[in-house]
């Protein structure tokens, strides 16, 4: 069954980095697109940035452009996000999700981001 495994996630200041991962399995990770997306506190959910499923296209939202890095591994099942300059207000719960005919989502890792 398809399954999306995020990790990476945790506590850090302000101005510092982390990289999230998403372990795929149960479906060929290089037929379809990708994309990272969050969750804070008492807000709707919302597109983080998508990857195509060559990786030739990446789409970001303004908010994080110039600091978060989504990849791809096809090989390795995975797919990344490198989070750069981190700010209090990147601090949600990150999910990964799978697009296509059926979309699945992953149970998410609480990204914190403290002063």
């Known amino acids: 069954q398809v399954q999306l495994i995020e990790s990476g996630g945790g506590l850090v200041q302000a101005g510092g980095s982390l990289r999230l991962s998403c372990e795929a399995s149960?479906?060929?990770?290089?037929?379809?697109?990708m994309s990272w997306h969050r969750q804070a506190p008492g807000k709707e959910r919302e597109l983080v940035a998508h990857?195509?499923?060559?990786?030739?296209?990446?789409t970001y939202v303004d908010s994080v452009k110039g600091r978060f890095t989504i990849s791809r591994d096809n090989a390795k099942n995975t797919v990344y996000l490198q989070m750069n300059s981190l700010k209090l207000e990147d601090t949600a719960v990150y999910y990964c999700?799978?697009?296509?005919?059926?979309?699945?989502w992953g149970q998410g890792t609480q990204v914190t981001v403290s002063s």
């Open positions: 999700r799978r697009g296509g005919d059926v979309e699945y």
């Open positions: 149960g479906f060929r990770l290089s037929s379809y697109g």
């Open positions: 990857i195509t499923n060559t990786g030739g296209n990446i």
